[in-house]
């Protein structure tokens, strides 16, 4: 049972066109949601954490929202530099290693 | 600013050979995990280690692979003999606590 699902799969916006992507999870207890970026042959990058719903975040063009089930991250006017892949996470309990999405494959076109 | 570091970046080996691949985690950083990521999947948990002892690793396919943190610093992950379904990004992650999981650059495993 997949306790992360992100979506779409894919997503590409002319540079300027702001949107989402979205994270739904089906752990109890949040202990916490992570959003990293990944660029083509690097390891993750580390972007947020957010922990209870209400909570939101922002990095530049990047904010992140979390409710009970799911979170979002907003792209406002991205640029060609946000291309990448999105993942989120999350640890199922406890202090166990984190769980991840498939993640969304960004492409920003200029 | 502080990093995971892992070697090689890059590796390419032939079916059937041994290989290695090292990390260093953050410094402080007590518990360490190895990743592995098949292209357009997110990275999946192959062993978690706090400090120089394995806390989970139940999903790592003992017959070929093994990993080791000796002293609780360094790791290495090592593959024997390497097949081809194990070409992938094998990624090094540390931790300080809930909120605080940093990634390595990867390894690039090709098998031939």
């Known amino acids: 049972e997949d306790q992360v699902t992100q979506s779409p799969e894919a997503l590409r916006l002319q540079e300027g066109e702001s949107s989402s992507l979205n994270c739904s999870y089906t752990?109890?207890?949040?202990?916490?949601l992570f959003w990293y970026r990944q660029d083509p042959g690097k390891g993750p990058e580390f972007l947020f954490t957010?922990?209870?719903a209400g909570e939101e975040k922002e990095k530049e063009r990047l904010k992140a929202t979390l409710t009970k089930k799911e979170s979002f991250l907003h792209i406002t006017a991205p640029k060609p530099e946000d291309s990448a892949t999105y993942l989120c996470?999350?640890?199922?309990?406890?202090?166990?290693?984190?769980?991840f999405g498939k993640g969304t494959r960004l492409s920003v076109i200029a | 600013e502080a990093e995971v570091a892992q070697s090689p970046r890059y590796k390419i080996t032939e079916k059937s050979q041994a290989v290695a691949f090292w990390c260093d985690p953050i410094?402080?950083?007590?518990?360490l995990y190895w990743y592995r990521q098949i292209l357009g999947q997110g990275p999946e948990l192959l062993v978690q280690f706090q400090d120089e002892s394995v806390v989970d690793d139940s999903q790592l396919p003992k017959d070929r692979f093994s990993a080791e943190r000796l002293k609780g610093v360094d790791s290495t992950l090592k593959i024997q003999p390497a097949e081809l379904g194990d070409s992938a990004m094998y990624l090094c992650a540390s931790s300080a606590g809930p909120g605080t999981t940093f990634f390595g650059q990867g390894t690039r495993l090709t098998v031939v």
């Open positions: 752990v109890s207890g949040l202990r916490g």
């Open positions: 957010l922990y209870s």
């Open positions: 410094s402080g950083h007590a518990t």
């Open positions: 996470a999350v640890p199922p309990s406890g202090n166990t290693p984190l769980v």
